[in-house]
């Protein structure tokens, strides 16, 4: 397998609802992140994981919050979302370790908040 | 931190013509560079990379220059067809274990039959 997947594809949800974003990957990639991708712009970077820790947290809000539970899953937790957080959020992998490498992208979760 | 700069942020060739692109970074640590191509309402995908100790990378029909001294990196692509319209983003990375991708703008190339 040398996809990242995605789930849901498409999410609509209130700003009082709480919801997950689902990543997977099983090529053996030990770095994960999460990516913000507004219309017409580039990814921004939000959470990495590194051997299945946070080690990088760009400053994102509280109502974000991933999750790592094994080395092939990652989580967005989702609540009180605002309707500026409505984007494409896009998962990708990494092999990790002490070399920079490339990072693999997922489809992307199109989110809409209402 | 890491800033990303990319020229063209449109660019329009006829098919057959060649395109390129180019990306100016800030941080002298930055060494590795990668192109992704990303269709409409599609993933970011590689087409090419480059590590900071070479100075251009050859695919077929696409190609990157690295100039470390004037920190820019350029993306080649000849022979266009129809279906390499889409939009490219360059990106640096500074961190040496390669997690920290800072992209560029991003370039909507659009190629005339």
């Known amino acids: 397998d040398t996809e990242v997947t995605q789930t849901p594809k498409h999410l609509v949800m209130g700003m009082t609802n709480k919801k997950s974003l689902k990543c997977e990957q099983h090529?053996?990639?030990?770095?994960m992140y999460w990516y913000k991708q507004k219309a017409k712009k580039p990814p921004e970077l939000m959470f990495v994981?590194?051997?299945?820790?946070?080690?990088i947290n760009e400053s994102v809000p509280s109502r974000f919050s991933p999750e790592c539970p094994n080395s092939s899953l990652l989580n967005l937790h989702l609540h009180a979302l605002q309707p500026e957080d409505s984007a494409l959020y896009l998962c990708?992998?990494?092999?990790?370790?002490?070399?920079?490498?490339?990072?693999?992208f997922g489809p992307g979760t199109r989110l809409t908040v209402l | 931190g890491e800033n990303v700069e990319q020229h063209p942020s449109t660019l329009s060739v006829q098919e057959g013509d060649s395109a390129v692109i180019k990306c100016t970074y800030s941080?002298?640590?930055?060494?590795?560079f990668p192109w992704y191509k990303q269709e409409l309402g599609k993933r970011p995908q590689l087409i090419i990379d480059i590590r900071s100790n070479v100075g251009e990378k050859k695919d077929q029909r696409i190609a990157v220059t690295l100039n470390k001294t004037a920190k820019h990196f350029s993306l080649h692509i000849t022979e266009t067809q129809p279906e390499d319209s889409a939009v490219y983003f360059c990106a640096a990375t500074p961190d040496n274990y390669g997690q920290n991708f800072v992209f560029g703008p991003g370039t909507r190339l659009s190629v005339l039959p």
């Open positions: 090529m053996g990639h030990r770095a």
């Open positions: 990708a992998s990494s092999q990790g370790g002490l070399t920079t490498d490339t990072q693999y």
């Open positions: 994981y590194s051997y299945e820790k946070l080690s």
């Open positions: 941080d002298s640590a930055s060494n590795y």
